[in-house]
């Protein structure tokens, strides 16, 4: 196992897993249950966001194309058959699987690829065919103004000049205009500090848009600020660093030249004709080092403010380039010629509008605007794609053609909007068995050029749409049901059977205190020591005891986590059987100990699957006895004292008691004497006996040979019982009766075989009763007592456990300690050597070696350090 | 002055990856499974500089939570990012309708999530 | 408090809020002709700077954070008040 956040993950995802299947099965029912549709999608839209956090493709992409088939239904588009619920099911088992792999191996198991492709495949016909594109389109476009960018002027030259430069060394300059909505600060946003993160910035211009208000009148949250900035980053970074308020800004690329204007008072020296005349012979000759000692030397003697030192200053500017451009070159020297201002003088004949397009709109990244180079790493993944090969190939060739031109759209800066077209093309191709999606694409590309978005959203469409869509929120709001959500602390059970092991020690400690006080008095003497002890041990007895059951609601769990899979399981159980089945579940809050929970799965699902097995009869046979053709089963718990009863109704035909009997005597299981004799509730209760099946013929669902005495032995283990009762032809209820909890036990310790001590559940116990010996009867070798009009059989534990029975002191008229007990309906009294005390102790079973020894639940430790070991009494009698 | 973030999501895994990135990057970082939860929080006097918060979650969504946030004194200025898989206009209109200040899109990457808090918390 | 206010200066603290913006105001207001001392300010929200560029306070010290000196000194000092038209 992984990371913390793997086991983390690993939980979640059978958690949405089960919620998504249940709610699936109530969808199925009442399709039109929005609450329902709502809980699945967002079932597995959760599941699909955690899975994003791992490396698990197939999971991810099988996890998306559920999200996107149940998107269609929440969305009207798709009908959800019991077909489609059954795809959609069998993608839940399979993600459920990968999930026991992920938590078994940290991995998916081999293959899950093409699992994920055939399944996704299998989902993706699913959806309407015109889908991808009536979701697709919804990217539409958001045409913003056109802004000329009449403002470079305004910008102090020195802020012009070192933008220029840095563009003559490569840099990629960018005017950046962006008015915030006038209650951006309500949203949260800071305008100003995005410009903190711009790589490079060369001009901030802040300006309200309006005329100041008076000071009185001015709203300090209301912003009607304008920024203006020149910054040498790539379009891309900036559309990124303002993505969230692209609407309000607009951003255009500047070309160097714009920003150059020679302005200033004019001079008259001479000076500036000889450097005219010494310069031109340089820019002929190329020889830029010597024009720049020239220009660096006149610029020490011209004073700023002239308009020679703007040309000049521009001049130096666009040397520092490592390839000055002549043309500008020529210009810059004939403003000094010429000595007028000239605020355009690099401006070649027709102007580059300087527009500054808005970024809302669809991204312009035209992939005709590729170096040839470029181009060419397009084409050759065109031409191998394009190539012949064994279908076996197809996979890892198309991988490594997407890999590259996925690489190849990253370094491109290309929109996203390419290379989602670009994956689901893939996604298509792989699908297919064939490369034609990605070929088509990828000629497209290489021939449209220009406009690539029309292209982009075309191929997507033909590929079976994958754009990211539009999702209308449905039920968002369902405000009738808002309730404070529970905090809830997910724990480790180990930790909390840690905490568990701890009060059972504790526990055991503090039932030694009686025994220290008990030799406080007897040893030492001291009757005020051993009062004392007596109550301290009062009080932490009363603590461990608030700890005890403090922990032991913490292990409570609702029985719907069992309850939870069976609508599933009826439902295809029932259509296999072709059967109509309507299940009910009542009080799966009810809660119980984690352990007897979990104990309850097998026998639930054994019963369940008898009773629609064999219980409930076809349509036709119902609808012959004219009962409704839906037959149903209702899946019932709820508390009974200290037990939680569970129990499976259902409206079948019921247990014919005639038919037992039949199958029991043809089986051997009983004699006819004794079939005679049997009453119908007898009888009925023969199906709990091992080895009994009344099925007439052996089926996959429940004929395994095993009966309902799996379900007995199941129960019994975890100290339930289980009765059957029915009535022919309107149904069989099958009832199990548990303990809530059975972390602690509660025993009454007896002494037999001679001072030896056992321990008795307390629950098996009726009462405790001093038999006189002459009471006794003997019959043949049994003996019985009379208890109030009733014979109870008298049977000594002695001789149960294989001991020597105690030698008979003293006559007739002694009393013998009897324990009456109920085992299985039955009242027998147990003869001990003495009663002890009763007492809480935690359970241990026995394991290893010790675990195949009849007739003992387990031990626990006692309180001065003795063993204590408890009887099965089910399995002694 | 270390400013806490406070993501609410119903997923815990995403809870504790975001906890994870967001405390390796020095932040403090308050959670919440639920929008109801998120409101306690904030009414129990947690006073984030970001708030994180997934927007398909159960009862409350993350655009209710967003405009019950911004009914609250005290902060109709704070930043808001909504998370959500759908990396759609739709989407995110409404969130900003609801005066949420960005958006994240799921799977957030370390990367991407660090780039975007650092943006709107410069000296976190 | 990240202004602190006395007589006719305010003093910004490190980091100037969204929440401060108001009450420098309400201060600017009580105090015709007070200063403002940005000296310790590193970090500006764009309401406080526009009460700043507003009012027009007689500004005592910029910034010494590099970013804030840099690119609020041409807006904020008056004397060479330039790149706006």
């Not at chain 1, 919804?138 to 563009?167: K, N, Q």
């Not at chain 1, 029915?726 to 025993?747: C, F, H, I, Y």
């Not at chain 2, 006073?47 to 009862?59: N, S, V």
């Not at chain 2, 759609?88 to 370390?110: F, H, I, M, N, S």
Request: aromatic share 4%.
């Amino acid at each position: 196992m992984g990371t913390p956040l793997l086991e983390r993950f690993v939980g979640e995802a059978r958690d949405l897993l089960q919620a998504a299947a249940s709610a699936l099965l109530v969808l199925e029912k009442q399709a039109t249950d929005e609450a329902a549709i709502n809980d699945v999608f967002r079932s597995v839209h959760t599941l699909k966001g955690s899975v994003g956090l791992f490396d698990f493709p197939a999971f991810t992409k099988l996890v998306h194309a559920g999200e996107d088939v149940l998107s269609a239904v929440r969305d009207g588009k798709l009908g959800l058959t019991s077909d489609l619920v059954d795809v959609l099911l069998d993608v839940l088992d399979q993600v459920g699987a990968w999930v026991d792999d992920i938590d078994g191996t940290g991995a998916l198991a081999q293959g899950a690829d093409g699992i994920s492709k055939e399944m996704t495949a299998r989902l993706r016909t699913a959806l309407p065919a015109d889908y991808g594109a009536a979701q697709a389109s919804p990217v539409a476009a958001h045409a913003g103004d056109l802004t000329r960018v009449d403002w470079l002027g305004a910008i102090p030259e020195a802020e012009r000049l070192s933008a220029f430069r840095a563009a003559m060394i490569g840099a990629d300059l960018q005017a950046i205009e962006y008015v915030p909505l006038d209650d951006c600060f309500f949203s949260g946003e800071d305008p100003f500090i995005l410009f903190r993160q711009l790589a490079d910035l060369h001009s901030l211009v802040v300006e309200p848009t309006e005329p100041w208000p008076s000071m009185e009148a001015l709203d300090p949250y209301r912003c009607v600020l304008r920024f203006r900035a020149l910054a040498a980053a790539p379009p891309v970074e900036i559309e990124t660093l303002f993505r969230y308020v692209v609407e309000q800004m607009r951003i255009a690329p500047i070309s160097p030249h714009a920003l150059v204007s020679v302005t200033g008072g004019a001079s008259g020296s001479p000076v500036y004709g000889d450097f005219v005349d010494q310069a031109r012979p340089l820019v002929l000759a190329g020889d830029w080092s010597a024009l720049k000692r020239a220009v660096g030397a006149l610029l020490q003697l011209t004073a700023p403010a002239l308009l020679s030192a703007s040309a000049l200053r521009w001049l130096e500017a666009v040397l520092t380039a490592p390839a000055p451009d002549k043309g500008w070159v020529n210009a810059l020297i004939d403003c000094i010629a010429e000595g007028e201002e000239d605020l355009h003088p690099l401006e070649p004949r027709t102007p580059p509008s300087a527009d500054i397009p808005n970024l809302a709109a669809p991204i312009p990244t035209a992939l005709g605007g590729l170096s040839p180079t470029a181009a060419r790493i397009l084409q050759s993944q065109r031409t191998i794609l394009g190539l012949s090969l064994p279908a076996a190939g197809l996979a890892s060739r198309l991988d490594s053609v997407a890999r590259t031109v996925e690489n190849f759209l990253a370094s491109e800066g290309l929109g996203a909007a390419e290379s989602t077209a670009w994956s689901a093309a893939v996604d298509a191709a792989m699908v297919e068995g064939d490369c034609a999606p990605a070929i088509d694409l990828l000629d497209q590309w290489l021939l449209v050029g220009g406009d690539s978005t029309e292209a982009v959203i075309a191929a997507v469409m033909m590929a079976g749409g994958d754009l990211p869509r539009s999702r209308p929120e449905a039920g968002e709001h369902l405000g009738h049901e808002i309730k404070q959500a529970s905090r809830i602390l997910k724990v480790d059970q180990a930790k909390v059977d840690a905490l568990m092991n701890l009060i059972g020690e504790l526990v055991v400690s503090k039932n030694s205190l009686p025994f220290l006080a008990k030799r406080a008095d007897e040893v030492h003497g001291s009757r005020e020591m051993s009062r004392e002890i007596k109550e301290l041990h009062a009080v932490i007895d009363r603590l461990a005891q608030e700890m005890q059951s403090a922990i032991m609601a913490v292990r409570m769990l609702p029985v719907s986590e069992v309850f939870d899979r069976f609508p599933r399981l009826v439902r295809d159980v029932a259509r296999k059987l072709d059967k109509h089945i309507d299940l009910v579940i009542e009080g799966g809050d009810t809660a119980a100990d984690k352990n007897i929970i979990e104990s309850l799965g097998d026998p639930l699902l054994h019963i369940v699957r008898n009773a629609i097995d064999h219980g409930i009869e076809t349509a036709a046979e119902r609808e012959a006895v004219s009962k409704p053709t839906q037959a149903t089963v209702w899946l019932r718990a709820f508390q009974e004292s200290d037990q939680v009863v569970i129990e499976v109704v259902d409206d079948g035909r019921g247990i014919d008691p005639e038919k037992i009997k039949a199958s029991a005597l043809a089986k051997g299981v009983i004699d006819e004497d004794r079939a005679a004799r049997l009453s119908d509730q007898e009888a009925v209760n023969l199906v709990l006996i091992p080895g009994f099946s009344t099925a007439a013929k052996v089926s996959d669902l429940s004929g395994r040979g095993v009966g309902m005495d799996v379900v007995v032995t199941g129960v019994e283990k975890a100290g339930g019982s289980v009765t059957v009762t029915s009535k022919t032809g309107e149904g069989t209820t099958v009832r199990l009766s548990l303990p809530l909890s059975m972390a602690v036990t509660r025993v009454m310790v007896v002494e037999a075989g001679g001072g030896m001590l056992f321990g008795i559940p307390m629950d098996h116990i009726v009462e405790t009763v001093r038999v006189h010996r002459d009471n006794v009867r003997r019959f043949k070798q049994a003996e019985a007592f009379v208890l109030r009009d009733a014979v109870v059989p008298l049977i000594r534990l002695d001789h149960l456990l294989g001991e020597q029975s105690q030698v008979w002191f003293g006559d007739g008229s002694e009393e013998d300690a009897v324990l009456v007990v109920r085992v299985g309906g039955n009242m027998v009294g147990l003869m001990v050597d003495n009663f002890r005390e009763g007492m809480d102790i935690i359970l241990k079973p026995f394991d290893g070696i010790l675990s195949c020894i009849q007739g003992y639940s387990g031990s626990a430790l006692l309180g001065d350090g003795r063993v204590l070991l408890v009887l099965n009494l089910k399995e002694l009698l | 002055m270390a400013s806490t973030i406070f993501v609410v999501d119903d997923s815990v895994t995403i809870l504790m990856s975001m906890e994870t990135i967001l405390k390796k990057a020095g932040f403090t970082v308050a959670k919440a499974v639920s929008g109801e939860d998120a409101v306690a929080e904030l009414e129990g006097g947690l006073k984030p500089g970001l708030i994180i918060t997934d927007i398909h979650m159960p009862r409350m969504s993350g655009i209710e939570l967003i405009r019950k946030i911004r009914g609250m004194s005290g902060f109709q200025f704070v930043p808001i990012l909504v998370v959500s898989t759908e990396s759609q206009q739709a989407k995110r209109d409404e969130a900003r309708a609801a005066k949420a200040t960005g958006w994240l899109v799921k799977p957030v990457q370390p990367d991407d999530l660090l780039k975007v808090v650092k943006q709107i918390l410069p000296n976190g | 408090m990240p202004f602190t206010f006395a007589k006719s200066t305010a003093t910004a603290d490190e980091s100037c809020t969204v929440e401060d913006a108001l009450s420098l105001l309400e201060f600017l207001l009580a105090n015709p002709g007070a200063k403002v001392d940005l000296g310790p300010c590193a970090t500006l929200h764009t309401a406080v700077l526009q009460v700043l560029l507003a009012v027009k306070p007689k500004i005592i010290a910029l910034p010494r954070e590099a970013f804030l000196r840099r690119w609020l000194s041409p807006a904020l000092a008056p004397p060479v008040k330039r790149g706006s038209k």
